[in-house]
């Protein structure tokens, strides 16, 4: 409770003595006085599906990042649901970030994910574990009756902490929205310097 306290009220000095992170000294490349949010209220989905972020029409996406693992201090899985608007800003509607060694607990919360935010297709990396996965989720297509599109996403050869810092422009462009209570995003975040990343970083690489 009282760590809780102190990170609310002075993000920067827990960051820095009470989670050991030099990020927040002077090397983080994310600042949080350039951090974006909506709010619950913000977000509408009305009796068609279709989904509204401050009364702006938004495109929902699910993308996937898969591990198969509860030991602690394995990779989570990560799935998030974001929407974006005709002027190409970004928001984060949802995400779930757990450790699972059961693939058909995963499934059932994308189905689920899909359906609350009525997206029509999910991002998954290509590597060989998500190509055997996305066979089992074919198969649970035509058992649930509910068909959504897979696109396969190539990382090619892009270092990890160049894709996250990549980041920087549209976070401190304003393109990028998230909520308040979405604190893994901004530890994440918080945890990134110049050279690099984080002890996780499954929430923002998703």
Known sequence: MFSRRIRENDPETFAQEYQNNPASG???VFRREEYKYVTEDDIKVDHDGKVYVKNRLVNPLVTTDFALSEKEGADYTVLMATGMDAESNLYVLEYERFRSSDPFEQMDMLFEMMLKWGADTAVMETVAFQKVFQRYLEIEMEKRGFHFY???LTRHNMRKIFRIKGLKAPIRGGKIYWQHHH??????LGQVTVTSLGTHDDVIDC
């Open 26 to 28: 002077g090397m983080g």
């Open 150 to 152: 897979i696109h396969e």
């Open 183 to 188: 604190d893994e995003i901004e530890e994440e």
